[in-house]
């Protein structure tokens, strides 16, 4: 049996550097708890809770001074419930995330309709949302899109992060045809896009693929989209004991990607256990 790991997989910048963050800023004088849990991942979630890291869901419940955002970003009125808490926030949310923020801020107080292309459950979309002071719509198809008022006069379309290059061209193209002015703003994260391309790559050339991540994680799922497009033994694992249940029969060629929010020794230690396999 070949192994193959996608070009790019695993952890992105963004969620890197809040990880790093966290890691480096906790301590026996600094602690805290982060608003959310800080990546999709529940191993790594646990390992933080190891150090004293635990989530909350509510700012009410913060058992210190201090609380960290996650990479996916908050609405703004977080800064404020935080402030008139007294907390102070360490500031995780990823760069790219926040210049989305200051996209839906911007135009919303030019009086432009805010449209974001994605999950309107997503913690990233909801954050968003609360950045845009008007009207906003969040659309997640092109049947979506297709329902939109069409007296929209302008507005600025933005893009979750984790979202296919294929969904935006597609609400994009439906979105065009009935706003004239459209400032467009594709904001698909870089490190999605090779991920995907890359398992998409990889996908199309072996027997099987392994999609390692956070069975909550948009990206991970999303990876598991484009794969299976091309390889139909495609599996979304997120541990290694997942790999006991899967039937390898005959396969030569496994392919392996990860997530943007799963760790290295996740991948390392399921890369491990395969090879030991065959
Ligand atoms: Fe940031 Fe892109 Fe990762 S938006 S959190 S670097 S997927």
Request: glycine share 6%.
């Amino acid at each position: 049996m070949e192994i193959y790991i996608a070009k790019e997989a695993g952890f992105c910048f963004g969620v890197k550097r809040a990880i790093d963050l966290a890691l480096k800023t906790s301590n026996e004088e600094v602690k805290f708890n982060t608003f959310g849990e800080i990546i999709h991942n529940k191993q790594v979630v646990s390992k933080l809770q190891e150090q004293g890291i635990n989530p909350i869901e509510d700012l009410r419940e913060a058992q210190y001074e201090n609380i960290f955002v996650r990479s996916h970003g908050v609405p703004k009125k977080f800064y404020e419930e935080a402030e008139a808490l007294g907390l102070h926030i360490i500031e995780g949310t990823c760069p790219y995330v926040k210049k989305i923020h200051k996209l839906a801020e911007k135009y919303s107080q030019l009086g432009y309709t805010i449209i974001i292309v994605g999950d309107v459950n997503h913690p990233e979309v909801v954050g968003i949302q609360g950045w845009a002071e008007g009207i906003i719509y969040v659309v997640n198809s092109k049947e979506e899109a297709e329902n939109l008022p069409k007296n929209i006069e302008k507005a600025c379309i933005v893009a979750q992060t984790t979202i296919t290059g294929e969904k935006w061209e597609q609400v994009l193209s439906e979105v065009q045809l009935h706003i004239n002015d459209l400032i467009i703003e594709n904001t698909i994260c870089e490190a999605t896009r090779v991920r995907q391309l890359a398992a998409e790559e990889l996908s199309k050339e072996v027997d099987m693929m392994l999609v390692i991540g956070g069975k909550h994680s948009s990206n991970s799922i999303k990876l598991y989209e484009v794969c299976k497009k091309h390889c139909k033994n495609t599996y979304h694992i997120e541990t290694i004991n997942e790999i006991q249940m899967i039937n390898f029969g005959n396969c030569d060629k496994i392919g392996i990607t990860a997530g943007a929010s799963t760790p290295d020794w996740i991948i390392n230690e399921i890369l491990n256990a395969l090879k030991k396999m065959h």
